[in-house]
């Protein structure tokens, strides 16, 4: 295999897109990787174990995905930038332990492959069907980043940025990745030419509080003389439980949501493809943009006025940018590997038609039956 | 002689919730009178738990770095904790339903791997917080809320099942044993790799009023009397021996 | 034709069965086509088997970054199973050009493209006693006959890929494909 020793830092290598995600881990500081095997995402944990032995980090295969994130969780309360990997029924058993980091303010990133589901599905096919669980897969209100590459490049670069926004915001980061981009291999420059962004230890204020409304509080870690009280409780500045207090409760609920959500245009990137003077748009994300990308050319060279918007970051949601999108174009379609997840999400935030392009057959979409769905539409 | 435990406590605490006659009160106690015979900085003392009453021993009274997790994964958050920084010292306080029900499975696993934890469990025999359901330590014929004619499985052999699983250390001791019970957890901390205590700590609001007594006295003379040797336990036959507690040290 | 402006997109497909190194196959393609500077799009097909079961190694090769990365009409289709054959197989009249191992695969007569066929199997047992060096020897070959990569990019590819003890091995295969097809062009 490729790349056992380290590749140069300009040159454009081969690289699967699972590989590059743990090689951007370990080029942004991460230095803990709980996890348990489960296809299609089990490259990552198996190159993190090489890559973390070599480099004195810890790498641990735990019992099951319930323990490998808790784990996670707990290596990043000991200052550790910490990572797991899994895929859909993985995710899963995580969603509790999600809502754990969610509460506590603790910065991790999680690398969703997505296959075909719901339950076992087909193991080594391609699926988007995660996109709710990354949002919604915890009981009570979460706000957590979530961000979508479509290329081996930028299973690079958005795992860099994942682990960047977690220790920013102290928020756990998913990279919504697929397993068509998990598995693809392509031309990819592990470029060292980024900001790394570190948790905030020292200074003024409590652990977990802050006196402004969408604050993100120190986080010193075990060891730091803190004197820590992590809890998963509803919990006071200073972490004391206060599971009878409604203001507290609320104004820790509200905060945590103000923490991503009043900073969604530092967190939410898009891109354009062909919108100046589109008609129709396409709204994709992940490997389905692609295709999508590939439709809006063809329709393009036969006479159709077509364009892409597409999401890198998913959650929080590009509100504001399907907005404008709406009111720029007629139609809107929206190509996902699921029932139309997202379908019907962009449709709260316009009053364009926007159409679902659904496809459940544990393969990506191509381009030309988007033409054709396109050409099919009143 | 006394020590002023005054300095292991946090800062600012209202007292601990525990019920009247709750034995985790004298659980907490005997740790940190074991832990005050070791030379550890208190800045370097983790304690982990789950959910549960027992898991209130060290959250939030200890004044240490403590870790309040989910139910059942205590044991999961402290391997990542420790592996990360190995200088914590690193202990594990939570409840037999925590450890060995919920938590089983990253019970048996930590023992395997030999993490370099000290667990111990607060055994009540019943789950107390959420109104006293069978638990996989219940007695055998022990009444509870989801037994009322009293519970048909056999619990776990707790120790038997670390040290099978691979655990460097296991005890077992009634709180109305402190003087061993604090001895075995100084042991068990000064041991490396994973050792285990598990203090049976009747609970009297739930497990006590439904079978022996609501007198909390009765209830602890009634625990301390099954408490048998484990050289006693082998005159016994399987049945007898489910009815008493088999106390004291196993090594592998 | 590898040296020259605008380079035309390339389509390869390989299909034959999970362990006959399909894969393996497909990375050192993809390989080698970054080292003539071109972008590369690799993917595969495969069961949740480890072993057995159908293989499909796709290559979208491009001077222009790729969008849509899998292979929608294979121009390159190489076959180690009569089952990826029958599967993948241009119907009716195509530019595809069809190379077959006739040790797994008998073509159908009114099947399209161009057909080719290359003994890698029994070349590999002849020669090495075993046929897990028949992936680089059709390598070989369809390199020599289709330039889709250079011979040099796709030498340093597979010595890049094979452990030192197996590469004076490969890159014998590799010039055994490479005579055949300078033989079966003439």
Same mark, same amino acid.
């Given at each position: 295999?490729?790349? *056992?020793?380290?590749?140069?830092?300009?040159?454009?290598?081969?690289?699967?897109?699972?590989?590059?995600?743990?090689?951007?881990?370990?080029?942004?500081?991460? *230095?803990?990787?709980? /996890?348990?095997?489960?296809?299609?995402?089990?490259?990552?944990?198996?190159?993190?174990?090489?890559? +973390?032995?070599?480099?004195?980090?810890?790498?641990?295969?735990?019992?099951?995905?319930?323990?490998?994130?808790?784990?996670?969780?707990?290596?990043? &309360?000991?200052?550790?930038?910490?990572?797991?990997?899994?895929?859909?029924?993985?995710?899963?058993?995580?969603? %509790?332990?999600?809502?754990?980091?969610?509460?506590?303010?603790?910065?991790?990133?999680?690398?969703?492959?997505?296959?075909?589901?719901?339950?076992?599905?087909?193991?080594?096919?391609?699926?988007?069907?995660?996109?709710?669980?990354?949002?919604? /897969?915890?009981?009570?209100?979460?706000?957590?980043?979530?961000?979508?590459? &479509?290329?081996?490049? %930028?299973?690079?670069?958005?795992?860099?940025?994942?682990?960047?926004?977690?220790?920013?915001? #102290?928020?756990?980061?998913?990279?919504?990745?697929?397993?068509?981009?998990?598995?693809?291999?392509?031309?990819?420059?592990?470029? *060292?030419?980024?900001?790394?962004?570190?948790?905030?230890?020292?200074?003024?204020?409590?652990?977990?509080?802050?006196?402004?409304?969408?604050?993100?509080?120190?986080?010193?870690?075990?060891?730091?003389?803190?004197? +820590?009280?992590?809890? /998963?409780?509803?919990?006071?500045?200073?972490?004391?439980?206060?599971?009878?207090?409604?203001?507290?409760?609320?104004?820790?609920?509200? #905060?945590?949501?103000?923490?991503?959500?009043?900073?969604?245009?530092?967190?939410?990137?898009?891109?354009?493809?062909?919108?100046?003077?589109?008609?129709?748009?396409?709204?994709?994300?992940?490997?389905?943009?692609?295709?999508?990308?590939?439709?809006?050319?063809? +329709? *393009?060279?036969?006479?159709?006025?077509?364009?892409?918007?597409?999401?890198?970051?998913? &959650?929080?949601?590009?509100?504001?940018?399907?907005?404008?999108?709406?009111?720029?174009?007629?139609?809107?379609?929206?190509?996902?590997?699921?029932?139309?997840?997202?379908?019907?999400?962009?449709?709260?935030?316009? /009053?364009?038609?926007?159409?679902?392009?659904?496809?459940?057959?544990?393969?990506?979409?191509?381009?030309?039956?988007?033409?054709?769905?396109?050409?099919?539409?009143? | 002689?006394?020590?002023?435990?005054?300095?292991?406590?946090?800062?600012?605490?209202?007292?601990?919730?525990?019920?009247?006659?709750?034995?985790?009160?004298?659980?907490?106690?005997?740790?940190?009178?074991?832990?005050?015979?070791?030379?550890?900085?208190?800045?370097?003392?983790?304690?982990?738990?789950?959910?549960?009453?027992?898991?209130?021993?060290?959250?939030?009274?200890?004044?240490?770095?403590?870790?309040?997790?989910?139910?059942?994964?205590?044991?999961?958050?402290?391997?990542?904790?420790?592996?990360?920084?190995?200088?914590?010292?690193?202990?594990?306080?939570?409840?037999?339903?925590?450890?060995?029900?919920?938590?089983?499975?990253?019970?048996?696993?930590?023992?395997?791997?030999?993490?370099?934890?000290?667990?111990?469990?607060?055994?009540?025999?019943?789950?107390?917080?959420?109104?006293?359901?069978?638990?996989?330590?219940?007695?055998?014929?022990?009444?509870?809320?989801?037994?009322?004619?009293?519970?048909?499985?056999?619990?776990?052999?707790?120790?038997?099942?670390?040290?099978?699983?691979?655990?460097?250390?296991?005890?077992?001791?009634?709180?109305?044993?402190?003087?061993?019970?604090?001895?075995?957890?100084?042991?068990?901390?000064?041991?490396?790799?994973?050792?285990?205590?598990?203090?049976?700590?009747?609970?009297?609001?739930?497990?006590?009023?439904?079978?022996?007594?609501?007198?909390?006295?009765?209830?602890?003379?009634?625990?301390?009397?099954?408490?048998?040797?484990?050289?006693?336990?082998?005159?016994?036959?399987?049945?007898?021996?489910?009815?008493?507690?088999?106390?004291?040290?196993?090594?592998? | 034709?590898?040296?020259?402006?605008?380079?035309?997109?390339?389509?390869?497909?390989?299909?034959?069965?999970?362990?006959?190194?399909?894969?393996?196959?497909?990375?050192?393609?993809?390989?080698?086509?970054?080292?003539?500077?071109?972008?590369?799009?690799?993917?595969?097909?495969?069961?949740?088997?480890?072993?057995?079961?159908?293989?499909?190694?796709?290559?979208?090769?491009?001077?222009?970054?790729?969008?849509?990365?899998?292979?929608?009409?294979?121009?390159?289709?190489?076959?180690?199973?009569?089952?990826?054959?029958?599967?993948?197989?241009?119907?009716?009249?195509?530019?595809?050009?069809?190379?077959?191992?006739?040790?797994?695969?008998?073509?159908?007569?009114?099947?399209?493209? =161009?057909?080719?066929?290359?003994?890698?199997?029994?070349?590999?047992?002849?020669?090495?006693?075993? =046929?897990?060096?028949?992936? $680089?020897?059709? $390598?070989?070959?369809?390199?020599?006959?289709?330039?889709?990569? =250079?011979?040099? =990019?796709?030498?340093?590819?597979?010595?890049?890929?094979?452990?030192?003890?197996?590469?004076?091995?490969?890159?014998?295969?590799?010039?055994?494909?490479?005579?055949?097809?300078?033989?079966?062009?003439?």
């Amino acid at each position: 295999m490729a790349g *056992r020793k380290r590749v140069a830092e300009t040159t454009e290598v081969l690289l699967q897109g699972n590989v590059a995600v743990a090689e951007a881990a370990i080029a942004v500081g991460c *230095r803990f990787f709980g /996890g348990y095997p489960i296809t299609p995402s089990s490259e990552i944990m198996v190159r993190m174990a090489e890559l +973390l032995r070599a480099d004195d980090g810890v790498f641990i295969q735990m019992e099951d995905e319930l323990a490998s994130i808790c784990a996670v969780i707990g290596a990043s &309360w000991s200052g550790a930038k910490s990572m797991t990997a899994t895929s859909g029924p993985g995710l899963s058993l995580m969603q %509790e332990a999600l809502g754990y980091a969610y509460f506590t303010e603790t910065p991790l990133v999680l690398v969703d492959i997505q296959r075909a589901g719901p339950a076992t599905g087909q193991a080594t096919h391609v699926g988007q069907g995660d996109m709710m669980q990354f949002k919604y /897969g915890s009981h009570g209100d979460v706000f957590p980043v979530a961000l979508v590459p &479509w290329s081996v490049q %930028e299973c690079y670069d958005l795992t860099i940025r994942a682990f960047n926004l977690s220790e920013k915001f #102290r928020v756990p980061v998913f990279l919504a990745a697929d397993e068509a981009v998990g598995h693809l291999r392509e031309n990819v420059v592990l470029h *060292r030419n980024f900001e790394v962004v570190d948790r905030i230890k020292e200074g003024a204020g409590d652990p977990f509080g802050s006196p402004l409304p969408d604050g993100v509080p120190i986080m010193p870690a075990f060891g730091d003389g803190g004197r +820590l009280m992590v809890t /998963g409780s509803t919990h006071d500045g200073r972490g004391f439980r206060k599971v009878d207090d409604p203001e507290i409760h609320d104004t820790l609920v509200t #905060r945590l949501m103000r923490k991503t959500l009043d900073h969604v245009d530092e967190i939410v990137e898009v891109e354009e493809y062909m919108l100046d003077d589109a008609e129709i748009a396409f709204f994709a994300y992940g490997v389905s943009a692609r295709s999508a990308l590939a439709a809006a050319k063809r +329709l *393009r060279s036969k006479g159709v006025k077509a364009g892409l918007l597409r999401a890198l970051t998913i &959650w929080p949601f590009p509100e504001k940018q399907v907005t404008q999108l709406g009111a720029r174009v007629k139609t809107i379609v929206v190509p996902e590997l699921n029932k139309g997840m997202i379908t019907g999400v962009a449709r709260g935030f316009t /009053g364009t038609p926007v159409h679902a392009f659904a496809q459940t057959n544990g393969k990506i979409i191509e381009p030309d039956s988007l033409v054709k769905f396109v050409e099919g539409l009143p | 002689m006394t020590r002023d435990m005054n300095k292991y406590l946090r800062d600012g605490l209202p007292g601990t919730r525990f019920c009247p006659g709750c034995g985790h009160g004298i659980l907490m106690g005997a740790i940190l009178r074991a832990v005050d015979r070791l030379d550890v900085a208190l800045d370097d003392l983790l304690f982990v738990s789950g959910i549960g009453c027992a898991a209130w021993i060290p959250s939030p009274n200890i004044g240490t770095d403590t870790l309040h997790t989910l139910h059942g994964r205590a044991l999961a958050f402290a391997t990542g904790a420790k592996l990360a920084n190995p200088k914590l010292t690193t202990i594990v306080a939570s409840g037999d339903g925590d450890l060995t029900s919920i938590g089983g499975n990253h019970l048996i696993h930590s023992a395997r791997r030999n993490l370099d934890v000290t667990v111990i469990c607060a055994n009540n025999l019943i789950y107390g917080m959420t109104g006293g359901q069978t638990a996989s330590t219940t007695p055998v014929g022990a009444r509870t809320s989801t037994d009322p004619d009293g519970n048909n499985f056999r619990p776990f052999d707790i120790c038997n099942l670390v040290m099978a699983s691979g655990a460097r250390y296991a005890a077992r001791f009634p709180v109305t044993r402190p003087k061993q019970l604090i001895d075995a957890i100084e042991k068990a901390l000064r041991i490396e790799g994973f050792t285990f205590v598990e203090a049976v700590s009747p609970c009297p609001t739930q497990f006590g009023r439904r079978n022996s007594t609501a007198e909390i006295s009765a209830l602890y003379d009634s625990v301390d009397s099954q408490c048998i040797s484990r050289a006693e336990a082998q005159t016994m036959d399987e049945d007898e021996r489910l009815r008493h507690f088999v106390v004291g040290e196993f090594e592998p | 034709m590898n040296h020259a402006m605008n380079r035309s997109p390339v389509q390869v497909r390989i299909g034959g069965e999970a362990g006959q190194g399909v894969i393996l196959a497909g990375v050192m393609l993809a390989q080698a086509a970054i080292g003539d500077g071109r972008k590369v799009a690799q993917s595969a097909r495969y069961g949740a088997a480890v072993r057995g079961g159908e293989a499909t190694a796709d290559l979208v090769i491009s001077d222009t970054p790729i969008d849509y990365p899998h292979v929608e009409t294979p121009d390159i289709l190489v076959v180690f199973s009569q089952q990826t054959y029958d599967k993948f197989a241009p119907a009716g009249t195509g530019d595809t050009k069809v190379f077959y191992d006739p040790f797994f695969v008998t073509p159908s007569k009114t099947a399209g493209g =161009s057909l080719w066929e290359i003994s890698a199997t029994e070349m590999a047992i002849e020669k090495f006693g075993k =046929s897990t060096s028949s992936n $680089l020897i059709v $390598l070989g070959f369809i390199a020599q006959l289709t330039e889709v990569v =250079s011979e040099e =990019s796709l030498l340093a590819a597979i010595e890049q890929n094979l452990p030192s003890r197996h590469r004076a091995a490969g890159l014998e295969a590799l010039a055994m494909g490479k005579k055949a097809a300078v033989e079966a062009g003439a």
